[in-house]
């Protein structure tokens, strides 16, 4: 009687704790300690999934005794894979740097009616990488800017004298940029975000505060907010938000509770917002602060997921390619740099550039082209 009782109270607590992990959002779990990390690594959930049970196929083969609760277990561990692999496949596993050739030559012939009417459209190329105190360095960060043609280029983890030599490398290969950096602390280069931003696009101011914590900043590592200053053009928001670590856990949501209050479709500027960076957290995390107004909806029909922002990787089919840490293959990893943008934009391409894992940084870059008009 007792065996059966706890074999019962096994299955029943494996199922309990393998539908909060698959979707924690539904209890509102989301963003609580430890779970937050374990819905972060959908893809290494999978592996883990199989590998329990090849490990549950031993007893189920040699056992008698133990085939009913193996079986179950085995059943609900093999549901829980099959729907991590369905939410990944549904959220896209394609547009890694590998792609790259394949991906610019189908661009080019998709959009070569939109470059024949490119004085009706703005078109805007976003680069975002986390590099981890300045580790790549200004030469290699500066030569990925330009090989991807960036206008915008996001850079948390970055110091301000980093960004100077970016620009003036740019500036020498012909394609000038204009550096704000916030920071809040010279100690640690992880206090240091930059950004980078094309003339081309006019001129920017910086609105958010020197000082960490909202209403001004997010709280522990700076994000740069730039608006246009005469008003016209996208405000264009280089984001920093801290690690959901133990003790930081109440400063990680409020940062992105934050964020989601910056990505408001109907502030200052004619373009909305683009808001792109480390944001330490995954489509996931974000449930539950999109936008609830009704504008929160891209021009592709893709819904917003944080404030009125959309996500460019969940529009292109790229969602579930993992940005960090480096050393995981990009299926394994967690995507938590992202691009996002109001309805204003509408996304042409977005990738995971998976090139640079040797380039010292833990992130990978991420690059995307948003278009309007």
């Not at 374990?38 to 005794?65: D, E, K, T």
């Not at 984001?239 to 949501?253: G, K, L």
């Not at 449930?287 to 460019?312: F, I, K, Q, Y």
Request: charged share 15%; proline share 5%.
């Amino acid at each position: 009687m007792f065996s059966v009782l706890f074999r019962g109270l096994l299955a029943l607590a494996t199922l309990a704790v393998l539908v909060v992990l698959a979707w924690p959002q539904f209890f509102g779990l989301q963003s609580t300690w430890v779970i937050a990390h374990a819905v972060s690594l959908r893809g290494l959930a999978v592996v883990v999934a199989v590998a329990l049970l090849a490990v549950l196929a031993i007893p189920l083969l040699l056992v008698r005794s133990l085939r009913g609760i193996t079986t179950v277990l085995m059943v609900l561990l093999l549901l829980f894979g099959a729907v991590n692999t369905g939410i990944l496949l549904h959220r896209g596993i394609g547009g890694t740097a590998t792609d790259a050739a394949g991906a610019a030559d189908s661009t080019a012939d998709t959009d070569a009616g939109a470059a024949a009417s490119a004085d009706t459209a703005a078109s805007i190329t976003v680069l975002s990488w986390n590099t981890l105190g300045d580790a790549p360095g200004a030469e290699n960060i500066a030569a990925l800017a330009l090989a991807e043609d960036a206008d915008v280029i996001t850079l948390p983890e970055t110091t301000e004298e980093t960004g100077v030599l970016i620009a003036e490398a740019m500036r020498a290969a012909g394609r000038p940029m204009w550096v704000h950096t916030v920071s809040f602390d010279l100690i640690s280069k992880a206090r240091s975000t930059t950004l980078l931003i094309s003339p081309e696009l006019g001129d920017y101011t910086v609105t958010s505060s020197a000082g960490s914590g909202p209403p001004g900043n997010t709280n522990t590592l700076p994000t740069v907010v730039a608006k246009p200053v005469d008003g016209d053009g996208p405000t264009i928001i280089a984001v920093h938000a801290v690690a959901p670590i133990q003790f930081e856990m109440s400063n990680w949501r409020s940062d992105l509770d934050w964020l989601a209050e910056q990505c408001d479709a109907t502030g200052p500027g004619t373009d909305g917002v683009i808001m792109a960076g480390d944001f330490n957290a995954t489509l996931d995390h974000f449930a539950g602060r999109e936008s609830t107004s009704g504008s929160g909806t891209s021009s592709t029909g893709t819904n917003a997921v944080l404030g009125d922002c959309a996500d460019a990787a969940a529009s292109a089919g790229t969602a579930a390619v993992g940005t960090w840490p480096t050393w995981a293959p990009p299926l394994l990893g967690s995507p938590i740099d992202h691009v996002l943008a109001t309805a204003d934009w509408r996304v042409q391409a977005m990738r995971v550039i998976d090139t640079e894992d040797n380039a010292g940084s833990d992130h990978r870059p991420i690059v995307a082209t948003l278009t309007t008009g």
